[in-house]
């Protein structure tokens, strides 16, 4: 096991910068998600981890091992793809067990334990002996996660292994890493479109953008505290929600002409914005401090019974997740009603020209803005 | 305003059934949402509506016009299918125009109505480009565009996002609704995916192995539904279902995680029942709902806003949503103690899978936590 170090990684595809220069350290021992969109370079960057993509510069490490020229197969690294790859004419435990009598080093006594191991965790007993065409896509996929962890490589790499898998065995699939994970630590690299995977799995997150990555934290730092409005948008189903800051006359901003009466030290600053996630934001009746009009425009059943509510405040739209209730209405107003929102300040996010302000503005009046500079 | 009547639509191929006597009326001016595991014939029903089909028995009354015979090209309905092929040689705006052109629509009311869908597709700076120089999601708003804009009060959608990007689906469901509001046309929506069904939904058509489930406006699917299979295929994540034994009285039932007490609204036709508890009925007995007991974590999907926690409970596993904001960090194995609230969760007759009563409360002697 070790980390992977890479550094000024670039890969272009004629005028096309796949991955832009890319620094960055995947810790030994945890579980890295690459995550972004499609197109964002994540996949490259992970074939050339592997050695499937040749760098056009920048050099890649394997602890203090120089890979970057390393042909694939010298480079100690396990990989699982979106497709199983198998050898159809073996069963289960010889499939996971092959990579493994490669390996000189091991007794038989250990390359036993860590077959049965895999099967063990990974639920595959009862298909032990079964040959490969006699399972379905997902066993197979687990066969193959079970085969990479096995062989304790290096360095371990997923790509987008659960995209072809139905949904109930994605679960069980998700369900079996974790459990793998807590007996065995590895180096993993694991690519992801899918945020809640990515989410669920990972110890950190790459999040990743045209070539680059954006910002790099654990998932619920990264989910709270995005450094980009692209990282707000991107993470949460709907995305935060964006409205735009305008100066006020005296103290504060405004959004939309609605006076927000904070003391903000960023009126100077042009295309401002204030991001707030749906969950945080409170809809009610009557005016409430800090509370400007808004009007219902939809309402959805979302998540766990939860109301999705869209809404108009000044000429910007922004979405609302209310919480399941009982009573008529299920605790969510009505579409057509005129409304009041607070967009609590202590869970917002300011961003100029897309990333994020150091500074929040504080509450006029609040103990925290008597000692603040005006 | 164009009303669709189904009546008594059957369709076979050789032995197989793909429609069984649908009886259904779209509601004009709305938004509907067919939805349905894959194979579930709404896509068939949707072809014979086109006319791609023509029905084994049945009429189709289309403004009280029977029209299961018509040729296609005489029906007034707009088509947006799966995959949409491009013109690669023509722009976007020709491709978008491309029907209009075909209908023989004026050049001056072509462009306004492009210009019109473009601007709500946000695809105005593309109308020049050529399809090879847009991206997967440019493409489909492109293909939603020229779907769009026939002259047509109905348009049916056969799950136009289906594996699109999560965030191209999210803005797209939101251009669609809007596009449908600003025309003012009947929309039929097919997907497969419940929280899309819910999203999009007005009025909600759920359909399984050819048959129609359950019909109305969305609301009413969801909170109060008639059938099992509703439950089952309505609402994300997945329902509970877990089979009961009513007892003598009718008042209780038996469930693997214990005794419920219920309600039943029509008497019952035989003591087998199925008990369906939404994620939402489930919560933390912090919340003052009735304890179930504590059980035992066997995976946290962490969907940023809320996790999904699937708890083990004397052999069962329950699935709950949890705000992110309340839920410390958890393991697989964890405890989890479990409650529910009472009201919410539905009994259903286990032969026929129609309701007959509500869960009223978890009774004392059944709380072990």
């Known amino acids: 096991m070790a980390d992977v170090r890479v ?170 890493f974790k459990e793998l994970r807590r007996h065995v630590r590895q180096t993993i690299v694991y690519v992801t479109h899918d945020q809640t995977e990515a989410m669920t799995l990972a110890d950190q997150i790459a999040l990743m953008r045209e ?93 766990g019974g939860q109301h999705l509510v869209t809404l108009a405040v000044g000429g910007s739209r922004i979405k609302a997740k209310v919480p399941p209730a009982e009573g008529p209405s299920r605790g969510a107003p009505e579409v057509g009603s005129n409304v009041f929102v607070v967009c609590p300040i202590e869970h917002a996010i300011l961003f100029h020209r897309g990333k994020r302000l150091a500074e929040l503005p504080r509450r006029l009046g609040s103990s925290a803005a008597a000692g603040a500079p005006s | 305003m164009s009303g669709i009547r189904f009546e008594g639509i059957s369709k076979s191929y050789r032995d197989a059934v793909a429609l069984d006597r649908i009886d259904l009326d779209i509601e004009p001016a709305g938004l509907t949402v067919v939805c349905g595991p894959p194979g579930c014939g709404k896509s068939v029903l949707m072809r014979i509506l086109i006319g791609l089909e023509t029905p084994s028995a049945g009429r189709i ?77 440019e493409k489909q708003r492109a293909a939603i565009a020229r779907g769009i804009l026939k002259n047509a009060d109905i348009f049916i959608l056969d799950d136009p996002l289906v594996g699109l990007d999560f965030k191209l689906r999210e803005s797209l469901m939101e251009d669609l609704k809007d596009m449908r509001a600003e025309l003012g046309a009947t929309f039929l929506y097919i997907t497969s995916d419940p929280l899309e069904a819910l999203t999009m939904a007005e009025h909600l058509v759920v359909m399984d192995r050819g048959r129609l489930v ?50 039943l609204e029509n008497g019952a036709a ?41 708890v083990q409970l004397h052999e069962t596993t329950l699935v709950t949503t949890v705000p992110a904001r309340a839920l410390a960090s958890l393991d697989l194995g964890d405890p989890f103690p479990l409650a529910m609230r009472p009201g919410g969760p539905i009994v259903f007759d286990r032969a026929s899978g129609r309701r007959i009563g509500r869960v009223t409360s978890v009774p004392e002697e059944s709380r072990d936590g």
């Open chain 1, 211 to 303: 070539g680059e990555i954006v910002q790099c934290a654990p998932p619920r730092e990264l989910y709270d505290q995005p450094n980009s409005e692209f990282g707000g948008w991107f993470l949460g189903n709907p995305g935060m929600n964006f409205l735009t800051v305008q100066p006020a006359e005296g103290s504060g901003f405004a959004v939309d002409g609605v006076p927000f009466p904070l003391a903000a030290p960023l009126l100077e600053l042009e295309d401002v914005r204030f991001g707030i996630r749906p969950e945080y934001i409170r809809i009610a009746a009557t005016p409430l401090p800090d509370s400007v009009p808004a009007r219902v425009l939809r309402r959805a059943v979302a998540i």
């Open chain 1, 7 to 176: 550094e000024g990684l670039r890969r272009q595809f004629g005028s096309l910068m796949a991955v832009k220069d890319v620094s960055f350290v995947f810790p030994e021992g945890a579980v890295t998600c690459l995550l972004g969109p499609s197109g964002c370079g994540k996949t490259t960057l992970l074939r050339m981890i592997a050695g499937l993509e040749r760098p056009s510069a920048g050099t890649i490490r394997f602890g203090d091992r120089d890979v970057t020229t390393l042909a694939a197969r010298r480079r100690d690294v396990a990989m699982v793809f979106q497709y199983p790859v198998m050898y159809r004419t073996l069963n289960v435990v010889e499939n996971i067990e092959l990579p493994l009598a490669n390996d000189r080093t091991l007794t038989v006594a250990e390359r036993r334990r860590r077959v049965d191991e895999a099967i063990e965790i990974l639920e595959l007993g009862d298909a032990r002996r079964l040959h490969i065409d006699r399972l379905n896509l997902a066993a197979r996929q687990k066969v193959a996660v079970g085969r990479a962890i096995a062989r304790r490589a290096a360095v371990t790499l997923f790509d987008e292994p659960t995209t072809n898998v139905e949904v109930h065995a994605k679960l069980a699939l998700i369900r079996a």
């Open chain 2, 61 to 137: 009354l289309f403004d009280g016009e029977d029209i299961a015979h018509m040729p296609a090209a005489e029906r007034s309905i707009g088509y947006v299918p799966q995959s949409f092929a491009l013109f690669p040689h023509m722009s976007v705006f020709d491709n978008i125009a491309y029907p209009m052109a075909l209908q023989a629509v004026p050049r001056t009311e072509i462009a306004a109505r492009v210009d019109q869908a473009a601007g709500i597709l946000h695809i105005r700076p593309l109308l020049t480009k050529r399809p090879s120089q847009l991206s997967g999601g």
């Open chain 2, 214 to 263: 359950e019909v109305g406006p969305v609301d009413t699917v969801y909170y109060d539904p008639s059938w099992l299979r509703t439950v089952e295929l309505v609402g994300f994540p997945r329902c509970n279902v877990l089979p009961a034994r009513l007892d003598a009285t009718n008042a209780m039932c038996t469930t693997a995680i214990g005794r419920l007490s219920i309600t």
């Open chain 2, 270 to 310: 035989s003591a087998d029942a199925m008990v369906a508890i939404r994620p939402e009925h489930i919560t933390s007995p912090a919340s003052g709902a009735a304890p179930l007991g504590i059980g035992k974590v066997t995976l946290v999907e962490n969907l940023g806003s809320e996790s999904v926690v699937y």
